[in-house]
């Protein structure tokens, strides 16, 4: 069984009409949201052998954040998920080696959100959360029956949801 972590990137400012979006960076409550998911990720033992991110500024800081891990995983800035469509991050998944057991991708809406609910789709009461909305540092882990060549709906299932709202509630 592989392990898929897809996360979108944490909030990121937005009143900068000087700084283009690839390079906007993460605001204090980004900083604060992604600071909450590491230790979502460290309680949860989800450390991935391969990390792969847009090569944007809020990503890659979403990323910055969960550091340090237990064990260092391979990092990959890759362009093409930079504002990807579902296609677009479907193709690169499946692009991945057949040695690695857990990928973690951090990208962008609409394209995650699109993936992330046809991988859900049928799961149940988390299915049906992320279906509705994947907030900026929401976190869906999926269990993985195939090889990541083969993966499409229906090969996934949603094992985990987690989005800052509810950690912030819970936390106060």
Do not use: C
Request: neutral net charge.
């Amino acid at each position: 069984m592989r392990q898929l972590l897809l996360l979108r990137h944490a909030k990121a400012a937005r009143d900068l009409p000087s700084v283009a979006d690839r390079d906007r960076p993460l605001n204090a409550r980004g900083r604060r949201d992604a600071a909450a998911l590491r230790t979502v990720m460290r309680d949860g033992g989800l450390t991935p052998d391969l990390v792969l991110a847009s090569p944007s500024a809020r990503t890659l800081e979403t990323l910055e954040a969960l550091e340090p891990w237990d064990d260092m995983p391979l990092t990959e800035s890759v362009e093409a998920l930079y504002l990807a469509g579902a296609a677009q991050i479907l193709g690169v998944l499946q692009g991945v080696a057949e040695t690695v057991r857990s990928v973690l991708l951090i990208g962008h809406n609409p394209g995650l959100h699109e993936l992330a609910a046809r991988l859900a789709a049928g799961g149940g009461d988390a299915a049906q959360r992320l279906a509705a909305k994947f907030p900026t540092a929401a976190l869906a882990e999926f269990a993985v029956s195939g090889p990541w060549r083969e993966l499409q709906p229906g090969t996934a299932h949603l094992t985990r949801f987690a989005i800052p709202a509810e950690l912030r509630d819970r936390n106060g």
